[in-house]
């Protein structure tokens, strides 16, 4: 079974790639990569860098009024 193929994405994984992070804030990739960090939502494997999503959400919750 091969892993590194690209698997559905739905706003229900726990982890994201930055394509999909983008996707699911609607945003550019500079500005995507932004709010992973600055959520220190960013996890890495090996090389691969995801991102968790549940910690953006919480983050958005928190900062919208």
Request: a positive charge; hydrophobic letters at 35%.
């Amino acid at each position: 079974m091969n892993f590194t193929t690209k698997s559905k994405f739905t706003d229900q994984n726990l982890l994201v790639n930055t394509e999909n992070l983008q996707k699911l804030l609607q945003c550019g990739r500079v500005t995507a990569i932004e709010i992973g960090t600055g959520t220190e939502a960013r996890v890495q494997i090996g090389r691969r860098v995801l991102w968790n999503v549940d910690k953006v959400r919480k983050y958005l919750e928190h900062i919208s009024e």
